[in-house]
């Protein structure tokens, strides 16, 4: 049972991380990657995630998102406490709460702009008919609705990341979670794909967190925490 | 539904490797259905053999004859309702590379123990009126373009001499399994001839077949029929047809041993083949199955994914190797008709290797789909970029 000020902490926040550790083994190495990371997030904070490469920012992120676990610490996402969840529960819990926006898009080739925007859509049991109406509307939102049916090398990399931002709103998710999502891009593009990310935060009110390297793109978060060496910069 | 579509386009995605790979797997099946048809050619025999049917011959030795006055003693066996006799003629038609099966056979009642063999009446009366006549089946009338009232001279090995054969009748099989490549001429035209020349060899038969009325006693009459002849100087060796034909078979077991350890390495090949391809495929793809998982599809998704895709391939080349295997079989049909006269491929055959192509399409996805199955997803996503 959870006292009644410590309920009271999970409902204010959408994230909330209290000394998360995680290390990889590199042969007989075992490199330590975060220690001792205590952070919260509320609902509809835009938060950006900056640190030299290695800082174990991309890693904290796939943590939150529940794409990794961690070895020790406390990890509660959209209020539940994802390290007790079995892997079938988790890509269930992935499924549900959080939206992906990738560096490099991460489209799968084979299908249309639409059809990757319906993917996630397969794991709600919809029909055909409202997994197209769900996509098309997240594709509005976008501003891409006259190539859908384009496969994504017939794209621009900005109206790919703009499929890929798409793909992560159309399940309507508690999070969404963004890995340098303007590092591939060019600047007319990365702007474009910040503003779009803006639009979620501010009309929507959809929290976000973004791992990124440019300082331009963190000013469009409300909050930036700092990574260095796996610890948070206080 | 999405989920074929996406292993669909997943297998049409590297064109050339998908083509070359179900080319090759069509190349194993197309190999695997002749070797499995010719095992089964050579099995054709005992196939058609007929239950009623039982084969005296001497104990010995088939190369040994017996004397002609055995058929009356066999007849009055109980449960005999008919007896025929023939002799193995061998000879030489054109060169040794002509091979067919030449026969010379007796009395008149022959093809009533031959259901199976269809000849018209008037064909049958026209042999049987003429010393020197002879029925060929259709495949030997096809191969050699003979017409019926054409002499065709053969040079006896066994039986010395120039003989002349005049075409009387044309057989047809009944069933598909049918030897329709066989070529038979009158005893007693044999046995005037060797009268003449070698008469010592003349009244003898080189085998008996013996229609019982109850293929259940079969056993019981065989060992009647030997029975009337023990300690005589042609002791007698009766069994079914079957077991005669098997006798033949069993000569050459060991070729058709090394025939079907053959066909299973050729499937063996191209097992691995087919997992090769599939595991460059799976590598090349991580990262996409790394999206579907982080998405919230699960390791059974990413496994039938990869699964499917090779089952595809490996039922489209199946297929193919299949389709082409019907072409091919009639060529060989037309090549080896004297050597393996029923060259079909049975249903079996095909059933068989459709089932083998789907087992090859997912054993050749196991290890990759595992894999795949199994990997960390931040592990796969970091090999992008």
């Known amino acids: 049972m959870q006292d009644s000020s410590t309920q009271s902490r999970i409902e204010n926040f959408i994230v909330l991380v209290e000394n998360l550790q995680k290390s990889y083994k590199r042969g007989s190495e075992e490199i330590c990657v975060l220690q001792g990371i205590d952070l919260t997030i509320r609902r509809g904070e835009f938060v ?4 030299p490469s290695g800082s174990g920012k991309t890693t904290l992120l796939n943590l939150i998102a529940g794409i990794d676990r961690p070895d020790a610490g406390r990890l509660l996402v959209a209020g539940t406490d994802i390290m007790r969840l079995g892997d079938v529960d988790l890509a269930r819990w992935r499924a549900t709460h959080v939206g992906f926006i990738f560096q490099f898009y991460n489209l799968l080739p084979v299908l249309t702009g639409i059809e990757n925007v319906e993917l996630p859509l397969l794991l709600r049991g919809l029909s055909r008919k409202k997994r197209r109406e769900h996509a ?16 994504p090398r017939e794209l621009s990399g900005g109206q790919q990341q703009r499929v890929a931002i798409a793909r992560a709103i159309v399940t309507d998710p508690d999070l969404i979670v963004a890995d340098e999502p303007t590092g591939d891009l060019d600047k007319k593009s990365a702007s474009e794909a910040l503003d779009l990310m803006e639009q979620l935060n501010q009309d929507f009110g959809k929290t976000i967190i973004m791992v990124t390297h440019d300082p331009k793109a963190a000013e469009k978060a409300g909050i930036i925490h700092h990574l260095d060496k796996g610890r948070m910069d206080r | 539904m999405e989920l074929l579509k996406l292993i669909l386009r997943n297998t049409l995605r590297q064109r050339l490797r998908a083509i070359l790979t179900i080319l090759g797997m069509a190349v194993a099946i197309l190999a695997f259905c002749l070797l499995r048809t010719v095992v089964d050619a050579w099995y054709g025999g005992v196939a058609a053999a007929s239950p009623n049917r039982l084969v005296t011959r001497n104990a010995v030795s088939l190369i040994f004859p017996m004397p002609i006055s055995y058929r009356q003693k066999i007849l009055r066996v109980p449960d005999v309702a008919q007896v025929a006799y023939a002799n193995w003629f061998g000879g030489v038609y054109i060169d040794e590379r002509h091979f067919f099966a030449r026969m010379a056979i007796g009395p008149k009642n022959f093809f009533d123990l031959f259901p199976e063999f269809l000849i018209s009446p008037d064909q049958l009366r026209a042999f049987w009126s003429q010393r020197n006549a002879c029925v060929a089946g259709r495949k030997l009338i096809d191969q050699y373009g003979w017409k019926l009232g054409d002499t065709i001279t053969m040079t006896g090995n066994i039986y010395p001499g120039e003989w002349q054969f005049v075409l009387r009748g044309i057989y047809r099989g009944a069933n598909k399994n049918t030897d329709e490549t066989q070529f038979f001429f009158r005893w007693d035209y044999l046995d005037e001839v060797l009268k003449k020349s070698v008469a010592y060899e003349s009244g003898q038969a080189g085998w008996y077949i013996v229609q019982v009325k109850n293929p259940s006693l079969a056993g019981a009459t065989s060992r009647a029929i030997d029975s009337l002849f023990e300690n005589s100087w042609a002791e007698t060796l009766t069994e079914t047809e079957k077991a005669f034909q098997m006798s033949f078979v069993s000569m050459t077991e060991a070729i058709l041993i090394a025939i079907r350890i053959v066909s299973l390495v050729v499937i063996g090949v191209i097992l691995v083949v087919l997992a090769n391809t599939m595991a460059m495929t799976a590598r090349e793809r991580m990262s996409e199955y790394a999206i579907l998982k982080t998405l919230g599809f699960g390791n059974r998704f990413v496994f039938t994914l990869i699964a499917g895709e090779s089952i595809t391939i490996a039922m489209l080349g199946g297929i193919l190797g299949m389709l082409l295997s019907l072409p091919v079989a009639q060529v060989f049909s037309k090549e080896l008709g004297a050597i393996l006269p029923v060259f079909e491929i049975g249903w079996q055959t095909f059933f068989m290797s459709f089932a ?19 990997v960390r997803i931040a592990e796969a996503l970091g090999h992008i970029g």
């Open chain 2, 356 to 374: 083998i192509s789907c087992i090859i399409g997912f054993l050749a996805a196991l290890l990759p789909a595992w894999r795949a199955s199994r």
């Open chain 1, 136 to 151: 098309m509307l997240a594709l509005d939102l976008v501003g891409l609705t006259d190539r859908v049916h384009h496969y």
């Open chain 1, 48 to 51: 950006a995630l900056m640190g």
